[in-house]
Structures are given as C-alpha cells and as structure tokens.
C-alpha cells in the first residue's frame, strides 16, 4: 500500500526514485521491475499514474471490461493505449519517465509523489499545491465516503 508524499527531483535523464516506503509494499518480484505509467485519465488531475504490474493487470481488465458498455470503446481504450507505458526500474531504485509522459502530466524538474493506496501519482509541485489547498477549501466527508449505506 503505497501511503505518504515526498518530493523529488527529476535528473537529467528524466529519472525519479521510488521511495523505500513504497518499495517495502512491493513484495512481488514482477512488480519490482517497473511500473505501468499513466496519464491521469481526470482533467482535473495533471499528474501520472504509476501502477505495478499485478494492479495494472486489474485495472485494466476492468477497464477493458467497462469499454465494452460504451457507444466507442476503441476510443477509451485508446486514450490509455497513447498516454501510457512500462517503465522498468533500475538496480538503484530509479525510474525514467518517458519525455511524451512528462509533457502530457506539465511536469518539470520538482515533482511529488503522492502514496494514493493502490497506486503513486506524480505531480508538479505547485499544481500538486493548489491541488491540497482546492482540497483543503472542500474537504471531503471521509465519514459520510466511508460508512455511508
């Protein structure tokens, strides 16, 4: 379970390190090669996804799945097709995030990786700023998303 926030500096190469709080939650050797990466399929979102493998394999199973029910599902399914791709991680614990990935998400050289649970998401730092302080101006009722019927 990938918990927490920390902020990073893309090197030259394009480069992030996982943090070691995620990789603990990375037991499957698969898993340990790299990561699927994403762009955030919400507008209101300008950051990347990354997902394990054995994760992707669920989601997109399940996205797959949902296409199905669509009017053009040749199109949903395209958008993740073009805006994603297996990035392995090295011996050091290091990423490249394609430049085509980096362009589509406005990132820059600062970064953070934010834990979402399932799934890390990278953002600018200052979208990821305004994005805590809209949080912080509409909290969510956790209560009432938790145990609500």
Known sequence: MFLGEFTHTLD??????????????????QDREGFFVIVSPNP?????????????????????EQ??????PSAVLRFFATRGQFAPVDSQ????VPQKLLDHAG?????VLVGMMQWI????????REETQRLKSAPVDVKKALWSD
């Open 12 to 29: 030259e190469k394009n480069r992030i390190v996982i943090p070691a709080s995620f990789r603990i939650f990375i037991t499957d050797p």
């Open 44 to 64: 209101e979102e300008r950051c990347l996804r990354l997902y394990t493998m054995s994760q992707w394999k669920r989601v997109s199973d399940r996205l797959r």
């Open 67 to 72: 296409a199905g029910k669509l009017e053009d």
């Open 93 to 96: 614990s290091r990423m490249v």
């Open 107 to 111: 990132l820059r050289r600062e970064v």
């Open 121 to 128: 998401e990278v953002w600018n730092v200052e979208e990821y």
